[in-house]
């Protein structure tokens, strides 16, 4: 609850070991973070020698607190190791959110380490059963909000709607809208659609606060559409659907590139539409998107892509600023607050998780 | 079994009025067939009056027998009001194959009405539990099969491996590949990811007899990558999967065409890179992927997106010629029978279920 706490030392702790090219992309991206946000002070951890190097041509050295650890969880370290490793850059980030230090934290490390460090030491927010991975992504219509892609395999009804509250929160505070509207991810928009979990989360959320926001079930061709700003759906199907509009949109830029590259005539229609291609390029670029939030913790928790680049790294510390600036979990608490008080949500619901539901876990 | 009894006397039964334009879209899209198809012949199932006048002007009525009736499934109705019509043109169709007629039936209906009733008509092959609804996808390295597309909105591990052995002889029949790689869709691709079913199911697999196709987990970019020729996945991620895969594709196209028209320059670069342009548009076309297959049946069921034309329509019918051609049914129960007789799959795992998976659907 480090973010309510009057002002921690630290807007954000940064991992700085993690992600494919570590420390030297992250601190690239600090650079340019610090740029954008001249108030902000960052808690950087770490290996000191080679931080200290890297620091030396910064611009904005004094916005950064160097604190040396040797120990670094792998790419492909398992949980249970990363979990055992106390000294851990990632795990002493994390901590010193927990400790009221920093405001919030971000790595672009090993993604599973991350979740169960994060839950282990910040723990949920009170009234939220399971966080959830929530990110920003590119519509007809703007940006918009979905989650969960990929904290949970398997989310029940109570989960669904526990997003349904963190996504609109999001959604105000990230994209600065001030009634998002909010979509179920279904295989059909008709009310039958579905399994009973969704159609009992859709019930619940028409019956709580965000229900005039509420649009009903959603498809996938939805989410390019635009047609709601928060897409909610479970971890196994929102990492799928995500992963899948990446891929599809790669393959429409690769095949592009070649119809602009494989001939003459392709080379000089390049030239005469490059304004317009170029500002597409720029509005798809998945640096643009970087930066997927845990949400539901006591504390800010940010996921960098761990193969992104310093632009990339940066965004992921703009939306981690983001979500410190607007005092993003205290305003999802008022939520659940709200959605629990009109009786919608059972408060013990989500630790049983019911016969059904638990037994398919 | 119609397919494998010599030569029933309609390769297809047509169900003539489903679809948002049907009649007329059906007519011209049968016109393009049989253009292609001249050996086959279509037993059209709808109102007798509406065919006759536009079969009028038709160079390939002769392929063409009416068989009237009046009653037709609307794109609303409930799936047990479909059940109940027993003269529905939907419902004839799929009759005459289950009757030995036809070899295969296609329709532009309902896809509730049309998945019940060839269950509840045609009933599933002997060995499969659950009928999937499989579909062609382009990708980067060519075009691939996804499966299960929505049929079921839950998946236990048997039918996941179900899916891979109708996925690889769909892959066979009709992309024509000698041993198409297999893929089985995850949030990552360590052998750790996922829930039960799904690295259950993976073992499975990699026990049988299309055990050396078998790549592993794949995740979502993957199949706009074609990283393998099968798809492999549960009803609902499917369903989620394809449709945000074309969203995005919509998008891009959509962004595209605003930049190729907005302007003066946009137009004159259009021009100069029409021909690379055009083949890419014609490559992404969804009515070149029309034609989802309902497998796992007695008898061949392509359906038809409703809201497609004659080109979208006659490509189901491509689809639909394909399967009977290459007794796409037959080498399914080849396949199957050699699953079973390998002990990979207990013959009766799929009647139960299990509790853990009956308790969850």
Same mark, same amino acid.
């Given at each position: 609850m480090s973010e309510s706490t009057p002002s921690p030392g630290f807007h954000l702790a940064i991992d700085a070991m993690g992600g494919d090219r570590a420390p030297q992309i992250v601190v690239q991206g600090l650079e340019i973070a610090a740029e954008r946000h001249p108030e902000a002070r960052f808690l950087v951890i770490g290996n000191? &020698? +080679?931080?200290?190097?890297?620091?030396?041509? =910064? !611009?904005?050295a004094a916005a950064c607190t160097v604190r040396h &650890?040797? *120990?670094v969880i792998g790419n492909d370290m398992k949980v249970a /190791? /990363?979990?055992?490793m106390r000294n851990a850059s990632m795990r002493l980030a994390i901590e010193s959110v927990a400790e009221g230090e920093a405001a919030g934290v971000v790595s672009a490390g090993n993604s599973g380490a991350l979740l169960a460090l994060a839950k282990v030491v910040l723990k949920t927010l009170p009234g939220i059963d399971r966080p959830a991975m929530a990110a920003v992504t590119p519509s007809a219509r703007g940006d918009l909000v979905m989650l969960d892609l990929g904290a949970n395999v398997y989310c029940d009804a109570r989960n669904l709607v526990e997003f349904a509250v963190m996504g609109d929160v999001? /959604?105000?505070?990230?994209? #600065?809208? &001030? /009634?998002?509207?909010? $979509?179920?991810?279904?295989?059909? =928009?008709? +009310?039958?659609k579905g399994d009973d979990r969704i159609r009992e989360a859709a019930e619940i959320i028409r019956d709580s606060h965000i229900g005039p926001q509420f649009y009903g079930f959603i498809e996938g061709h939805d989410i390019g559409a635009g047609t709601t *700003?928060?897409?909610v759906t479970d971890g196994f199907t929102g990492n799928v659907a995500l !992963? &899948?509009? +990446? #891929?599809a949109l790669k393959l429409i830029g690769d095949l592009l590139r070649q119809v602009f590259t494989s001939s003459l005539s392709g080379r000089l229609a390049y030239m005469l539409a490059k304004p317009g291609l170029d500002r597409l390029k720029e509005w798809i670029d998945p640096r643009r998107y970087n930066g997927a939030v845990? @949400? #539901?913790?006591? $504390?800010? @928790? @940010? !996921? =960098?892509?761990?193969?992104t680049d310093a632009q990339g790294f940066a965004h992921a510390v703009d939306v981690a600023m983001d979500m410190v600036v607007h005092r993003f979990n205290e305003r999802i608490r008022e939520g659940l607050g709200r959605i629990v008080a009109a009786g919608a949500l059972p408060k013990d619901q989500g630790k049983s998780g019911g016969p059904r539901l638990a037994a398919a876990r």
């Open positions: 000191e &020698t +080679e931080l200290r190097m890297l620091f030396q041509s =910064s !611009k904005h &650890t040797p *120990d /190791a /990363a979990l055992r999001f /959604a105000r505070s990230v994209l #600065g809208l &001030t /009634a998002p509207t909010i $979509g179920l991810l279904n295989v059909g =928009s008709e +009310e039958q *700003d928060v897409v !992963k &899948t509009g +990446e #891929g845990l @949400v #539901g913790l006591n $504390g800010v @928790v @940010v !996921k =960098s892509h761990g193969g």
